[in-house]
């Protein structure tokens, strides 16, 4: 029996199979979580960097079983936010609400195997060190934000209430629960407008930028679901403002981290978020930096930096291949195409980009000259008009240049005529 087929619909969830083995080392309290975590990051990073690009179009057999290993998918980095949880009660949680067992877990996996983890972690050499400390941190942040990439999949299925639920309640673990409002409902309207706050302007440092994005984003949200409602008849301050209902959730989440470990605990899902949200932006940045649109004209794949590196089209469950989904947003993850002569694409994989992007020198000396690239092969003479603006704001020496050049072509054909 061939084991490609099953390969074929489980490659897009390496991150799960990585947070599955993180959970059980978890449970084993084992020494070697953080090597585990080392290796998993390296693995990820060199296969992003030698790999080949695939620029196949595949078909499925069987779609609908994509939908109940998301499913699982979701479940299981949630276990591994809510272990982080379970570490920080066992270690700072003795006098918490949860007595030093976050949900019964230890007590739970002894009725059923025999096996004390609680006594395990109490009373291993590793217990309560710096170490153990990050690498339950590390596995809870990789788990969170693979449960974003899917959710991102799952909350676009907007006629599929199970899929909603899913990909919400993984962005909840992650406090993102935005996302399933501002990406469907503003991002995928207003992309590279300047009514987009997650369209990262030329010129514009990365640093700067995840303020800019997330301060605009989470207004977004609140104006996307008080029109919403208002045009119902409906005060935004109900349950039925997925905004509130979205933060909320995040809440929840937050009330048990503290029954678990007190302030130490809440503390610990507050930086669980923060990298998420840190990594999260390191992705909008990346994926339509520069760009331009005529906000009347619908989007096409030239509105995004696409990406066909193998490992990026496995880690992100299809996402770099941007330029197609935002083209057409109905097309789920596994049917989106590697437009390899339509769009414009990203300097390398997505990690290795999202490394350049964070020294703001190096990202403009590269970039800079993708963007001149854009402007000549892909931008239409609307969108140049708009470019000439952005480039002359850029700060950036080459881009003014161009647009200076632009405009003495334009009034020197305006005297010729």
């Known amino acids: 029996m061939s084991l490609y087929p099953i390969w074929k619909y489980g490659r897009f969830f390496i991150g799960t199979y990585f947070v599955l083995g993180a959970i059980i080392l978890e449970i084993l309290c084992s020494p070697w979580l953080g090597t585990y975590g080392l290796i998993g990051i390296s693995i990820l990073f060199i296969g992003d960097v030698v790999l080949p690009k695939d620029e196949d179009v595949y078909t499925y057999n069987n779609p609908g079983i994509f939908y109940p290993i998301q499913y699982a998918s979701q479940l299981i980095d949630i276990t591994a936010?809510?272990?982080?949880?379970?570490?920080?009660?066992?270690?700072?949680?003795?006098?918490?609400?949860?007595?030093?067992?976050?949900l019964g877990i230890s007590a739970a996996i002894n009725y059923l195997t025999g096996y004390d983890m609680l006594a395990a972690y109490t009373t291993g050499t590793h217990a309560g060190e710096v170490s153990i400390f990050a690498a339950f941190a590390f596995a809870a942040g990789a788990a969170a934000q693979a449960s974003i990439a899917v959710g991102h999949e799952l909350t676009h299925r907007?006629?599929?209430?199970?899929?909603?639920?899913?990909?919400?309640?993984?962005?909840?673990?992650?406090?993102?629960?935005?996302?399933?409002?501002?990406?469907?409902y503003g991002h995928h309207n207003w992309v590279c407008t300047p009514k987009d706050p997650a369209t990262?302007?030329?010129g514009e440092n990365f640093y700067p930028f995840i303020i800019r994005s997330i301060v605009g984003?989470?207004?977004?949200?609140?104006?996307?679901?008080?029109?919403?409602?208002?045009?119902?008849?409906k005060t935004p301050?109900?349950?039925?403002?997925?905004?509130?209902?979205?933060?909320?959730?995040?809440?929840?989440?937050?009330?048990?981290?503290?029954?678990?470990?007190?302030?130490?605990?809440?503390?610990?899902?507050?930086?669980?978020?923060?990298?998420?949200?840190?990594?999260?932006?390191?992705?909008?940045?990346?994926?339509?930096?520069?760009?331009a649109r005529v906000p009347s004209e619908p989007q096409q794949v030239r509105h995004a930096w696409n990406d066909n590196h193998m490992m990026s089209f496995w880690l992100t469950s299809a996402i770099s291949r941007h330029a197609h989904h935002h083209a057409n947003a109905d097309i789920e993850f596994w049917n989106l195409e590697p437009m390899v002569d339509e769009a414009p694409t990203t300097l390398f994989g997505y990690?290795?980009?999202?490394?350049?992007?964070?020294?703001?020198?190096?990202?403009?000396?590269?970039?800079?000259?993708?963007?001149?690239?854009?402007?000549?092969?892909?931008?239409?003479?609307?969108?140049?008009?708009?470019?000439?603006?952005?480039?002359?704001?850029?700060?950036?020496?080459?881009?003014?240049?161009?647009?200076?050049?632009?405009?003495?072509?334009?009034?020197?054909?305006?005297?010729?005529?």
Not at 81 to 98: E, K, P, Q
Not at 159 to 181: K, Q
Not at 217 to 233: A, F, H, I, S, T
Not at 373 to 392: P, R
């Open 158 to 184: 907007i006629d599929n209430r199970v899929a909603v639920f899913f990909g919400r309640l993984g962005e909840a673990f992650g406090m993102h629960t935005r996302f399933s409002i501002r990406h469907p």
């Open 81 to 102: 936010v809510i272990m982080f949880g379970w570490m920080l009660g066992a270690t700072y949680g003795g006098n918490a609400i949860a007595g030093g067992d976050f």
């Open 200 to 202: 990262a302007q030329r």
């Open 351 to 417: 990690l290795p980009t999202f490394l350049v992007a964070t020294i703001p020198p190096l990202w403009h000396h590269l970039m800079n000259k993708k963007l001149l690239e854009w402007d000549e092969q892909f931008a239409t003479e609307a969108e140049k008009e708009i470019i000439v603006e952005a480039n002359l704001n850029s700060n950036q020496p080459i881009l003014i240049e161009a647009a200076q050049n632009y405009l003495s072509k334009k009034e020197n054909k305006a005297i010729a005529a």
């Open 217 to 233: 984003q989470n207004k977004q949200v609140w104006e996307l679901e008080k029109n919403r409602l208002e045009k119902m008849g």
């Open 237 to 291: 301050f109900t349950w039925e403002n997925h905004a509130l209902r979205g933060w909320a959730m995040e809440a929840l989440v937050l009330v048990g981290f503290y029954i678990s470990a007190g302030w130490v605990g809440a503390l610990g899902f507050l930086a669980v978020g923060a990298a998420v949200n840190l990594t999260l932006e390191a992705a909008n940045y990346i994926e339509h930096f520069g760009l």
